[in-house]
């Protein structure tokens, strides 16, 4: 659970208005050294977009004209925050053939939603995914967006008949719960009923349930919430920052990303890095102090640290203090802060 944020730990926060920054411990110049290298490039954000190598992945390259998911088995959902539940689908999808998790893009914009952070950053994705290859026959699978304008008003039969004749769907895998179609009109079972007509197949399974804090949900207001996992329930743990259970729910540590802006560049304070809020580029946790983090730069594990979250600022506070000196300014663009782990 999270610590109360202390309004100062063993010194001031306030962060310096110069471009030249102050280094920290060696453990800090060797942090900013190392982000010095890492560049962001137009396509992804440099290493956070290279995903480990991937075994047997025997996916075909669609012919010319076809579409990237013909011929394999799609998994439908929202993918919000890419759960142990959404893990599940992916898992059965790959058992049937190549795994794909189709979601639709655009849908706050369409439906007038309030915009919101992201549980997992874009460009982050990629690695959640990779991570899932091992249980996935070592194939990781591939996201696949629909502009949800263009299916917003489908009956539930011209959405299957689209995944048929315009994607080449082969099969498709939801949960018990998935609804689909004009005003979510369409359910679980005349999805079946409809894929049989268009001779794909058709997987449904049940639900993820959480089963530690089922008893903690049953009056909530979400009709939709019979005690599954899911990312309202994983947004509501980052609420209160209850960093195990989040970790429980995502089968993995959080993992927070920041991109420093040219107007709010990172800044080194002895043996501490102080971001502002402005450069998240997904949902952080409650304000607090949180221990048993790591700090990463890319894929590669840099330092671990207490990371303490105040109303304005990001502070990472590496564990091994060192002695101040100073530094010139450094290309510092990009990190990352894993929450603790499952078995902290």
């Known amino acids: 659970m999270v610590s109360p944020a202390p309004a100062l730990l063993s010194r001031s926060y306030a ?6 920054l102050v280094a920290p411990n060696e453990n800090l110049r060797r942090l900013a050294a190392r982000c010095s290298h890492f560049q962001i490039t137009r396509s992804g954000f440099g290493g956070l977009n290279q995903s480990p190598k991937v075994l047997n992945d025997d996916r075909a390259v669609p012919s010319e004209g076809l579409s990237p998911v013909a011929g394999g088995i799609v998994a439908l959902g929202k993918f919000d925050a890419l759960h142990i539940g959404h893990r599940e689908l992916a898992i059965q999808a790959s ?28 460009c982050d994705r990629k690695r959640v995914l990779s991570s899932w ?26 959405f299957v008949e689209k995944l048929s004749k ?21 359910d679980a079972s005349e999805l079946v009923r409809l894929c049989k007509e268009y001779n794909m197949g058709a997987y449904i399974i049940n639900s993820v349930m959480d089963r530690n804090h089922y008893s903690q949900n049953t009056n ?17 743990a980052l609420a209160v920052g209850d960093m195990k259970y989040v970790s429980e729910l995502l089968g993995r540590p959080h993992r927070l990303i920041l991109m420093a802006k040219s107007q709010e560049p990172f800044t080194f304070s ?38 303490v979250i105040d109303a ?33």
């Not at 962060?15 to 030249?20: H, R, T």
């Not at 058992?95 to 997992?120: D, H, T, Y």
């Not at 315009?166 to 369409?186: H, I, P, Q, T």
């Open 15 to 20: 962060l310096p208005n110069g471009g030249c």
């Open 95 to 122: 058992k049937i053939g190549s795994p794909f998790l189709l979601s639709f893009v655009g849908m706050a914009e369409v439906l007038g939603w309030e915009p919101r952070a992201p549980i997992v950053a874009k």
């Open 133 to 158: 290859a091992p249980y996935c026959g070592n194939i990781a699978p591939a996201e696949f967006h629909i502009d949800f304008s263009s299916v917003r008003h489908l009956t539930p039969q011209e």
């Open 166 to 186: 315009d994607l080449g769907v082969r099969g498709v895998v939801a949960g018990e719960n998935y609804r689909f179609g004009y005003k979510a009109s369409g």
């Open 220 to 236: 909530s207001s979400d009709l939709k919430d019979r005690g599954q996992v899911s990312s309202t329930r994983v947004r509501r």
């Open 270 to 307: 002895r043996n501490k890095v102080s971001a502002s809020k402005l450069s998240l580029l997904n949902l952080a946790p409650k304000e607090g102090l949180y221990k048993n983090c790591s700090v990463f730069v890319g894929d590669e594990k840099i330092e671990s640290c207490r990371v």
């Open 312 to 344: 304005a600022y990001i502070h990472i506070e590496m564990d091994d203090v060192g002695s101040c000196s100073s530094s010139g300014t450094r290309d510092f663009q990009l990190l990352s802060i894993e929450f603790g782990n499952l078995h902290s």
